[in-house]
């Protein structure tokens, strides 16, 4: 069945550090991609996207590249700040009967840690 | 308000209660969802409702029961649950037509003792 594997946390880094988060992914066909971010306290939000192989997706200095030779989708950022602390789940997006039907699948999420 | 609003945001309740969650949504959108979060597990979607109208049940237990009085409120009705049922339960909504793009609430930490 469809899958999304990430990366077990937690992830410690100091300020200004470089962060990966590996995602690699199992699908039936010709998933989207995502990224979703849960500050402390808060509900999941979407942090970036790509809906097809090559596409990178971007946002508030994080990226990442949607490969479908190794089906990974890792997240990554140059120089994290304090303000990045939070759960990171990768996720992918099936649709299904001409699009009528679709699947969202999460992976577990990793807690990053941004020390000062 | 603005969001996705959910209340209570922490519920302590018996085996033998009933209670009920809440969602609101103030973004206009046609489509809601509930999901529960459990520790060291992936995102688990529960049901999926667009235009009021249930499309998705993901095998949950009756004791859990759904209702979507309109498309801006989404109820999710609790009775007799089990210590497993234990989680947060995020509530979600989107357009229909985009459903990747969904919305979270920031959930309510259900504790079954």
């Known amino acids: 069945g469809d899958s999304v594997t990430q990366m077990e946390g937690p992830v410690t880094l100091s300020e200004e550090a470089f962060l990966t988060i590996n995602c690699t992914y199992t699908a039936t066909g010709y998933p989207s991609l995502f990224w979703y971010v849960q500050y402390p306290g808060e509900g999941l939000q979407l942090l970036l996207k790509a809906t097809k192989a090559d596409d990178k997706g971007s946002n508030k200095g994080f990226e990442a590249t949607y490969r479908k030779e190794t089906t990974s989708f890792h997240l990554e950022k140059g120089s994290v700040q304090v303000s990045d602390s939070a759960v990171y789940f990768c996720a992918l997006l099936l649709l299904y009967s001409g699009g009528s039907n679709y699947k969202l699948t999460f992976g577990k999420g990793t807690l990053l840690t941004v020390n000062p | 308000e603005t969001g996705v609003t959910q209340t209570p945001r922490h519920l302590v309740m018996g085996m033998t209660n009933k209670k009920s969650l809440k969602c609101e949504q103030h973004l206009g959108h046609n489509a809601m969802y509930w999901y529960k979060q459990s520790a060291k597990k992936p995102l688990e979607l529960m049901f999926v409702?667009?235009?009021?109208?249930?499309?998705e049940n993901n095998s949950v237990p009756s004791r859990f029961s759904p209702e979507c009085p309109n498309s801006s409120h989404l109820f999710l009705h609790l009775h007799t649950l089990q210590p497993e049922d234990s989680a947060l339960y995020l509530c979600?909504?989107?357009?229909?037509?985009?459903?990747?793009?969904?919305?979270f609430g920031p959930g309510t930490r259900l504790t079954v003792t």
């Open positions: 409702y667009n235009f009021k109208e249930q499309t």
């Open positions: 979600a909504s989107s357009q229909a037509r985009d459903r990747y793009e969904q919305y």
